[in-house]
């Protein structure tokens, strides 16, 4: 075999990668490079650089450092049973390419992850001298997001945590059943004790010593997770089931949630369909009211019979559609919490309409210079100058958020 | 008439202080003529004279504003911020009405300049100057902003990029960092910039990060506008991965094999134990407890948590489940409630470390409330599934006497979890003779908000605690002769 260059490495292993969800940079610690003995900046939010053709933000230089690997989970594109192309950077390689990337104002930082070769403690422990590099050799300020393999020895996790912003575990799938089916040498209960430890150690960061000495700082921007949808039978209410206990459980950050989408040389164990991006798009509007809106699980997933969120329409106005009794709201009186249920309206815009409330009472037009969404929001509320009148109970109220249908193509 | 000539460098301070002075001094607006970018000043002037000075305070909401807006494209910025000032020394409550017209046009401005700041931090390609290996490596970048966002921005690359020295060029204003010193200067037409190695690296990235199965433009498009894109190295691929996309997704799909159903795998795995009794190896007992997958509360949980302590102690004591800590660390007894009992067995002798401790359910059974779990009681059925373990556990220690705390552990040894406080303090014996002795949960304690009865109910469990032990060393003073 010839020696692959940087490029092909990098052509190869940043393919790998384009699977994983997680792209956010934001949420860690303040820090800078003002004082001129090294390099990057984190202020909280994070930057997205560039837009790739998927819409999807290009943030962190999200690369494998091998696609070898010792497992066989039948999504992954680069399980041991699969014949795509292979490569492997060295440290030094990925070190490299974070600096320059960085340098020229391409990244935000390093995102890595990495097919499992010889064994998960000698690949975590690659992974953490690549990190260490970076902090200490190169005093890299940037952004570092770890993929953490679960069976790794504790203590390599503990070392990551403490020079990454941000560790992930992935849960893979929806259900435990679906873990053991599709990734056979993965223990959905391993991946659980990785975070609840990694949940504990962030924890035990937190407590300063009898002195008042603050410890360093563990994985400051958190810890996330993502699920693979549509690869297996469950439903959304199933998906959303076991995001909020991971939320609950192990104080994730995010639950990113993943469509199954076609791989190359993909396993004969896996549906053939294209992704289910609307459905990924809904679960993640459904995530935000959960974590947001102080909406419960049930209210979201009972809408439909099914236990899976309505493709057409947004979950929030799903809601609202099922539940009219509670409409109009005036939205001079009404509580926040019940200004938070409104179609078309975010925290911001009831934010805005709460202070802007105390001065005088809100008219239909301010609410459009508020930012509210009237197209959607008009039909739910009452405000000066406007009353939905039978719009709130009109039969088609549905059909007008609605898309058309559409007609079938025939070949 | 009055002429205020803003410089196109340090506009945001000038314009403060021409405000400031203006505002002082009662000047309305109509009788201000702002300018601005070197166009041609206004007819009157001529006999125009400049802004006054003074000293005046504003609501600290609108200077953050203004620092803002006074980058916006729009000539007319001046005059509507000095207008809505005007306006401002009347109703001060006037910045949180959000449905005013002059501020919410204001508003929207402030949020375009923040914007395009936004845009430039994400969009300005750098490319190397010079000597890669020289103690402090060389930097240019060419970019074009909507608005005049050069100088407000240019402190973020300042901190980010401070060991090396870099310059952004743009048709507007320079800026200019060398030695650790920033800079601003007049703009520059375009220059050539070097070719960088750097950069071919950059655009095999983005070409291969991009997954054509899932092809969304739009999205793309409303973040990343196409009038940045000449600036971008990278956007010279984009029309080549949209076109190839749809071929390249389909070509996955159709090489892709069929499957069977995966509804065998399932059915395969809910396969139900039918044996109820352990018969397994002692060192094998934590493991199997690990594994259960009789109730349907291992599934939330992290881990099972078996009971721990010396196999051969007098002493078991049984709590109810774990809570958040134990599901976590997978050991007994470490949460809150574990602690405050540690303390009061300390307190009243009770041998805590001889002890065998564990629960009546091995499994945390919780409600997720926010990024919160609520503790909730386990129902008969989970207690009776989970029999199975604290038998086996009972089997292997062979207690001499055994500490119920609360219902639960009551319900799970002697059958009933009734009249818990009338039952405290009592020995009750169990079908095969074992004396279990009832006593209140820590945790009960932890809950009872009123103070006179949780002190009540400590110095109950203190009493109970101290019961215990003396019966251990009763039995032991009894025996020893």
């Known amino acids: 075999m010839t020696r692959q260059t940087l490029d092909q490495k990098l052509a190869i292993l940043s393919d790998a990668a384009k699977y994983d969800a997680s792209c956010a940079s934001s949420g860690s610690t303040k820090r800078d490079s003002r004082d001129g003995k090294g390099l990057g900046s984190n202020e909280g939010t994070g930057i997205c650089h560039a837009y790739a053709p998927d819409g999807r933000c290009i943030s962190l230089l999200k690369i494998l450092m091998t696609n070898f690997c010792i497992y066989d989970c039948t999504y992954c594109v680069n399980r041991v049973s699969s014949n795509v192309p292979r490569a492997r950077f060295t440290v030094d390689e990925v070190v490299k390419l974070t600096i320059e990337f960085y340098r020229r104002n391409y990244i935000e930082g390093l995102f890595l992850s990495s097919g499992i070769i010889r064994s998960p403690d000698a690949t975590m422990s690659e992974m953490v001298q690549i990190a260490r590099k970076l902090r200490q050799e190169e005093n890299f300020r940037g952004y570092i997001h770890l993929k953490t393999i679960p069976d790794a020895a504790p203590d390599l996790i503990a070392e990551a945590g403490l020079l990454a912003d941000r560790l992930s575990i992935n849960v893979e799938m929806p259900s435990d059943a679906a873990v053991r089916e599709h990734a056979p040498e993965k223990d959905p209960g391993q991946i659980r004790k990785a975070m609840g430890d990694v949940r504990l150690r962030k924890e035990a960061a937190k407590d300063r010593s009898h002195t008042g000495r603050r410890p360093p700082r563990f994985a400051p921007a958190g810890q996330s997770t993502q699920m693979i949808i549509g690869a297996d039978g469950s439903n959304d209410a199933m998906v959303l089931g076991q995001s909020t206990r991971l939320y609950s459980s192990y104080k994730l950050k995010r639950v990113y949630y993943s469509a199954f989408s076609p791989i190359p040389d993909s396993s004969a164990k896996l549906p053939l369909i294209s992704p289910p991006l609307q459905r990924e798009h809904r679960l993640y509007q459904a995530d935000w009211l959960l974590r947001f809106y102080d909406f419960q699980l049930d209210e979201i997933t009972s809408v439909t019979p099914d236990g899976n969120l309505d493709l057409h329409i947004d979950p929030k106005l799903a809601w609202a559609l099922a539940h009219r009794e509670m409409y109009p709201l005036d939205v001079n009186r009404a509580s926040r919490e019940m200004l938070l249920r409104v179609p078309g309206f975010g925290v911001k815009t009831v934010n805005r309409i709460l202070s802007t409330r105390r001065h005088r009472s809100l008219r239909y037009e301010d609410l459009l210079r508020i930012g509210a969404s009237m197209k959607k929001a008009r039909a739910f509320v009452v405000a000066g100058g406007w009353t939905p009148g039978r719009l709130t109970d009109s039969v088609d109220l549905r059909a007008q958020f609605a898309p058309p249908p559409e007609q079938l193509a025939l070949f | ?481």
């Open chain 2, 1 to 481: 008439m009055y002429h205020a000539e803003m410089p196109v460098i340090g506009t945001a301070e000038a314009w403060r202080c021409a405000a400031r002075g203006f505002l002082a001094q009662g000047i309305p607006p109509e009788a201000i003529l702002w300018n601005n970018d070197g166009t041609a000043p206004d007819l009157f002037a001529s006999q125009a004279r400049p802004p006054p000075n003074g000293d005046i305070h504003v609501p600290r909401g609108f200077v953050a504003l203004a620092d803002k807006v006074v980058w916006h494209s729009d000539p007319s910025r001046f005059s509507r911020l000095y207008g809505f000032l005007w306006r401002l020394r009347g109703a001060r409550g006037l910045m949180s009405d959000r449905g005013d017209v002059d501020l919410a046009r204001l508003r929207q401005m402030e949020k375009a300049v923040s914007r395009c700041q936004h845009k430039m931090k994400a969009f300005v390609r750098f490319r190397e100057l010079g000597d890669a290996d020289a103690p402090r490596r060389s930097f240019a970048a060419w970019f074009e902003p909507t608005h005049h966002t050069v100088e407000p921005t240019a402190t973020f690359f300042a901190r980010r990029f401070a060991d090396m020295d870099w310059r952004i060029l743009t048709p507007d204003v320079a800026a200019i960092f060398e030695g650790g010193e920033l800079r601003f200067e007049p703009g520059h037409p375009r220059p050539e910039l070097p070719q960088d190695a750097s950069e071919q690296l950059w655009i095999t990235y983005f070409r291969n990060i991009f997954n054509p199965a899932r092809l969304k433009v739009q999205a793309m498009q409303s973040e990343m506008p196409k009038k940045y894109w000449k600036n971008m190295p990278e956007a010279a691929a984009i029309p080549e991965l949209i076109a190839t996309a749809p071929a390249r997704a389909r070509a996955m799909a159709e090489a892709a094999p069929t499957l069977p159903p995966l509804r065998a795998a399932r059915v395969q795995a809910r396969l139900p134990e039918a044996n109820p009794y352990w018969q397994g190896p002692a060192a094998e007992l934590p493991a199997a407890i690990n594994s259960c997958t009789r109730c349907p509360l291992y599934r939330p949980a992290t881990q099972a948590v078996p009971g721990e302590g010396p196999t051969d102690a007098d002493l078991m004591i049984v709590g109810e489940q774990p809570g958040d800590q134990e599901d976590l660390v997978g050991r007994p007894f470490v949460g809150p409630a574990g602690q405050l009992f540690d303390q009061l067995a300390a307190e009243t002798g009770l041998p805590r470390e001889a002890a065998y401790i564990t629960n009546a359910v091995k499994h945390f059974k919780f409600m997720p409330r926010g990024r919160k779990r609520l503790h909730q009681r386990p129902n008969g059925s989970e207690i009776h599934h989970c029999q199975v373990w604290l038998r086996a556990e009972l089997d292997l220690v062979q207690p001499k006497l055994i500490l119920a705390l609360g219902a639960t552990a009551a319900e799970a040894l002697l059958g009933s979890g009734k009249d818990i406080l009338q039952r405290r303090g009592t020995i009750e014996r169990r079908v095969d003779g074992t004396p279990v002795l009832i006593t209140l949960h820590p945790s009960y304690l932890l809950r009872v908000p009123d103070r006179y009865l949780r002190e009540r109910a400590t110095e109950d469990l203190r009493a109970d605690l101290r019961l215990a032990a003396d019966w251990l060393v009763q039995r032991e003073t009894l025996i020893e002769p």
